[in-house]
């Protein structure tokens, strides 16, 4: 399993540029064949925990902690790039407390999301609706750094697709799905135990019913980590 987390911000006195990209991608040894003189096949092909979501917020500031703001996201995988992924573009507020120095937290109301399927029989779609999200940092006690990511977009319009699914007995069915969708991703990292290198441990949650298959999707992430 491989993780990045990155950011890059510009953050002046009536404006600020926020920046934040997030990934992960996990290869799985699986032996799917019955017989002992045959391989399995392999890691490279059983690629599971695909994930990047990319958001740059841009805002000019009403206040100290006040501003209006204007957001994109990007949430897909790496190697299958929209395939399925949404596309967010919208304009609200957001709240930077000057007493929570690491907290931002987005209302957009006017935000156009575009869903994009990669699916046989399953048509992309696009709606109006309303986009929130919430980000924040903080140090723990015993040097450990958690950060915390939540993006909902919940869309105006209650129009919903058929999705056709197999379940975990391999039979087809079917479900009604809109396009409201959350991703929920929490990372805690101890930093330098060694030369720079620290341990780190990544949980995301993600419900978007347009996707396939319908449902919760989860990842795990547990490992050694490295701080540029």
Request: glycine letters at 12%; charged letters at 15%.
């Amino acid at each position: 399993s491989l993780g990045v987390n990155g950011f890059a911000n510009n953050i002046k006195e009536k404006a600020f540029w926020r920046n934040t990209l997030t990934t992960n991608i996990s290869w799985q040894g699986l032996d799917n064949n019955t017989k002992d003189d045959t391989d399995g096949s392999g890691f490279l092909e059983n690629r599971n925990g695909d994930v990047m979501i990319v958001s740059s917020l841009y805002g000019l500031r009403f206040s100290p902690s006040l501003a209006g703001t204007i957001l994109g996201d990007l949430n897909t995988s790496v190697f299958n790039f929209l395939s399925p992924g949404t596309i967010d573009i919208g304009v609200g507020v957001a709240w930077t407390p000057v007493a929570v120095p690491n907290l931002v937290v987005v209302t957009h109301p006017l935000t156009y999301h575009f869903a994009f399927s990669g699916f046989d029989g399953v048509d992309s779609q696009s709606a109006l609706g309303g986009k929130s999200k919430a980000t924040y940092s903080l140090e723990l006690p015993g040097g450990v750094a958690w950060s915390s990511n939540l993006g909902v977009f919940m869309p105006y319009s209650s129009d919903k697709t058929t999705i056709m699914y197999l379940d975990e007995d391999g039979l087809e069915q079917s479900s009604e799905e809109g396009l409201f969708e959350y991703t929920w991703i929490n990372s805690f990292n101890i930093a330098d135990l060694w030369k720079g290198v620290g341990l780190g441990f990544t949980v995301g949650i993600r419900k978007a019913g347009f996707e396939y298959p319908p449902g919760l999707q989860s990842y795990t992430a547990l490992g050694l980590t490295y701080g540029f």
